[in-house]
T-cell receptor, first 113, second 117 residues
Framework: AQSVTQPDIHITVSEGASLELRCNYS??????LFWYVQSPGQGLQLLLK??????LVQGIKGFEAEFKRSQSSFNLRKPSVHWSDAAEYFC???????????FGAGTRLFVKA | NAGVMQNPRHLVRRRGQEARLRCSPMKGHSHVYWYRQLPEEGLKFMVY????????ESGMPKERFSAEFPKEGPSILRIQQVVRGDSAAYFC???????????????FGQGTRLTVV
């Protein structure tokens, strides 16, 4: 069955420190991969997506993610975190040719001064 | 171009009442998806609709829940006889064509937070 795993429920980083949020997926073929951010009480904003091509994907707000087929991972990174990055982050997968986006349970990011 | 509009943003219903959630897709989008987010969980797919057609409702509970996307007007997610377990955030997303096509992403609304008391 298709699934998305975000192993870290909460992460706390200091402002200015680097960030890596982990995401592993389970799917037979190469899926479409997404990272979304959700601020409290808000909807989801797409940070970046991977469909094909270069496995290092650049997104908005200084985020990037790397698709590693051998590890079935799509980890999200940012070199220097800002206090405004505190939010919940969702990794998601949409099967190739399909339309049901499957979301991970989310990782809540806390940023300390 | 306005984004996906959902209303109301917050909805409180007593047990046994009906809840009607509305979603107006982005202009030019004819595909709508509904998701439910339970507290502390990710989003779960419920239903996929095109204009006047339900394409996939495999994520919808078998009873009390229904969805429509008429030729004119917004998509409606209807929950009859609500129970406390229906309390959740309901998100709508739209895309200009099916996500089955390459390089299509869905754009999400801000959600309707339903509280059943």
């Amino acid at each position: 069955a298709q699934s998305v795993t975000q192993p870290d429920i909460h992460i706390t980083v200091s402002e200015g420190a680097s960030l890596e949020l982990r995401c592993n997926y389970s799917y037979g073929a190469t899926p479409y991969l997404f990272w979304y951010v959700q601020s409290p009480g808000q909807g989801l904003q797409l940070l970046l997506k991977y469909f094909s091509g270069d496995t290092l994907v650049q997104g908005i707000k200084g985020f990037e993610a790397e698709f590693k087929r051998s590890q079935s991972s799509f980890n999200l990174r940012k070199p220097s975190v800002h206090w405004s990055d505190a939010a919940e982050y969702f990794c998601a997968v949409a099967p190739t040719g399909g339309f049901k986006t499957i979301f991970g349970a989310g990782t809540r990011l806390f940023v300390k001064a | 171009n306005a984004g996906v509009m959902q209303n109301p943003r917050h909805l409180v219903r007593r047990r046994g009442q009906e809840a009607r959630l509305r979603c107006s897709p982005m202009k030019g989008h004819s595909h709508v998806y509904w998701y439910r987010q339970l507290p502390e969980e990710g989003l779960k797919f419920m239903v996929y609709l095109q204009k006047e057609n339900i394409i996939d409702e495999s994520g919808m509970p078998k009873e009390r829940f229904s969805a429509e996307f008429p030729k004119e007007g917004p998509s409606i997610l209807r929950i009859q006889q609500v129970v406390r377990g229906d309390s959740a955030a309901y998100f709508c997303a739209s895309s200009p064509r099916s996500q089955a096509n390459l390089n299509t992403e869905a754009f999400f609304g801000q959600g309707t937070r339903l509280t059943v008391v």
